[in-house]
């Protein structure tokens, strides 16, 4: 057999912290104790409630396939969500189940982008956002941002980016490193602009639920010619579950669902009889206290690493993690978080992993640990920087 | 936007047999019964010692994200099965689980297809398999078998049909629709001849376990250069809980391992702790009876089938379909399928879903269903041929 390896993977981006994540499991092994800030997986177990569901369900029933687009009953679940949550109305008909958010962007990509077709994104974002265009042979536009947009696209910088072979903007607000929102008129606005374009808006939501202090807009209240990405992993604590969701523009029905048809047949039936309790009043109000504890993370997170020296040019709003500027120490953040690893027991993420913007003097802490655990590991830091 | 949808979504195969389903759900809405013969799914439940392996788990422990390769306790079983089913030893490296089947042809053809290359499989065969194809941009070269070759491909018609354009070739067996295995000569001599083209072969294995009064061979005892595709969904009644594996080469390992990562994070882990169960001696005794259950069926079908006047140009040896020929009775087997549902509520799939060879003359019928439940269908049929 020839070796040769598909030439679309030749554009994935690695993830650098891979290594930084096998050295520190070398030294648990060895017997070092390793504060982790560099898992963007809540340390908090799947809600009870959840849980008694699934139990349930498994012990009453068989796990047999479900519909490919997901149970009729969860998907109506979601669409009320939206109605409570964002009062938009969404016919459960445009809602699709899938394996995560990562089976989410498997099908809004498969069923829009052409090989060559650009996708603009903002650089620093989420590494696995440039490996779904790379699989179906498209091309990432990064947009270098910063904190006058709030590391986010605006509607100036899509006009300005955009090219004849331009095929749809990705926006994740929160953003996966940043943590910064984007504002309800610049999303407006960047739909509208979108449209104007005859472009494809992706809105990744992975992280609404875990903004602090305000309310998140959905893509969703601008538009129904939106695709929006969501999961059951962050806000309802489910990762090992495998279980998101797809909202797409009903024109985009018919293909979604032969997609899915095709490369899942269904997601996993317990993990989808599970999420059936998400929604109740009683989880959400569980939530609802994770959530402050992630606020109080934040802000301990947020005041100490200013205090220690690093720049942090935007307050984060969301999600769990800080995008700290590192340049009073380092202009090389990588070989700073193996030092900081080796030396101390600290695992962060280097910025490299987010983009080329200016990731060489960036770090991303994930308050994913308590602040207990965030206090070792500030101490240490504190010492890192000392030296 | 657009309404453009992926050039891609194009070339995906439909499945008719939606069409019938759609229908039997509704007449089953207004009373109806119907015998359901078009059913890829088991009708057995997943076996207890799995369900139980799953609750423990769930109840003792959090479900978070494992390794994108999957457990290496799972990886280790898996290996330990080929050591002691085919004999072979496997590296348990180069096992990937994954969401079903359908994640593990993901996996393989992603990192081997650059587009517009061509995969050649047989016709009949399964529909996804052309969609796995499609969704990378590539090529299926269907080629027409039949009864001279168990309706598999033989090293002959691979080198016949390979041309310059050509990546790699697909065999399954037992296949879905025909239930053939490929001869253990056969296999080998395919292998060498994909081999000595340089291509890929990828062998899917799915319905190894359920084959009848012989035993199949895996294309992992003739060489390590193979992608293997297999599945819990059938032999191990697992459908719903959506988890399968794949054996990759060694030097494709690293390419897969990126692959997984980004587009699954990992497969359910809830999933994978129930499948440790699967490999118990217990649990194999409890498969191997409802093998013998299925051995049972296929007779039973087989030779009413035959009684009936349908022509069955193979005995079928494993899997749970028999795909007759119906040229007695009709040319378009969509429509008698249609009209068997319709006046006698018996659902089969037409041959249009496996292909155009002579697919208007043939239909599917799975044995997923209970002697019992199919005596009632045998009747209705007899009396639909009878009008």
Redesign the interface.
């Known amino acids: 057999?020839?070796?040769?390896?598909?030439?679309?993977?030749k554009g994935?981006s690695?993830?650098y912290v891979m290594e930084l994540l096998q050295r520190a499991k070398q030294l648990q092994a060895e017997g070092r104790d390793i504060v982790h800030m560099e898992v963007g997986?809540p340390d908090f177990?799947?809600p009870e409630i959840i849980?008694e569901a699934?139990?349930k369900y498994?012990?009453m029933a068989?796990?047999?396939?479900?519909e490919a687009a997901g149970l009729p009953v969860l998907r109506t679940e979601i669409s009320k969500y939206y109605k409570n949550t964002y009062a938009v109305d969404v016919d459960p008909k445009r809602i699709f189940i899938t394996?995560?958010a990562?089976g989410a962007f498997?099908l809004a990509l498969?069923?829009?982008?052409?090989?060559a077709e650009e996708i603009l994104m903002a650089d620093p974002c989420y590494p696995?956002n440039n490996?779904?265009v790379q699989?179906?042979?498209g091309k990432s536009k990064f947009i270098g941002v910063n904190a006058n947009s709030d590391y986010q696209l605006t509607a100036d910088l899509i006009k300005q980016n955009w090219t004849k072979n331009s095929r749809g903007v990705l926006v994740a607000s929160p953003s996966n490193p940043t943590g910064t929102v984007i504002s309800e008129v610049e999303l407006g606005n960047s739909i509208q602009q979108?449209?104007e374009l005859?472009?494809?808006?992706f809105s990744d939501e992975i992280y609404h639920g875990l903004v602090y202090g305000k309310k998140a807009n959905s893509a969703l209240e601008f538009s129904d010619?939106?695709f929006v990405i969501n999961s059951f992993s962050k806000y309802f604590s489910?990762?090992?579950?495998?279980i998101g969701w797809l909202v797409v523009?009903e024109?985009?029905i018919d293909?979604v669902e032969?997609?899915a048809?095709?490369?899942?047949?269904?997601?996993?039936?317990?993990?989808q009889y599970a999420a059936l309790a998400a929604f109740t009043d009683k989880n959400i109000l569980e939530l609802e206290h994770r959530k402050q504890q992630f606020e109080k993370r934040r802000d301990f997170l947020y005041e100490n690493l200013l205090r220690l020296g690093f720049e942090i040019a935007v307050k984060p709003e969301g999600a769990f993690y800080i995008y700290a500027n590192c340049a009073k120490f380092t202009d090389d953040s990588f070989q700073f978080a193996k030092d900081l690893l080796e030396q101390q027991g600290v695992a962060v993420t280097p910025g490299k992993d987010f983009g080329d913007n200016l990731s060489n003097i960036h770090l991303r802490f994930a308050y994913t640990a308590s602040i207990a655990k965030m206090t070792v590991a500030i101490e240490r830091l504190e010492r890192f920087l000392c030296q």
């Open positions: 057999m020839k070796t040769e390896i598909a030439q679309r993977m994935f690695p993830f997986e177990s799947t849980v699934s139990l498994i012990q068989e796990v047999k396939y479900t394996p995560g990562s498997l498969g069923v829009t982008l052409n090989p696995c490996n779904f699989l179906y042979g979108v449209n005859a472009g494809c808006f010619e939106v489910m990762t090992g579950w495998r523009p024109y985009f293909p032969r997609l048809q095709n490369i899942f047949i269904s997601t996993a039936t317990h993990s």
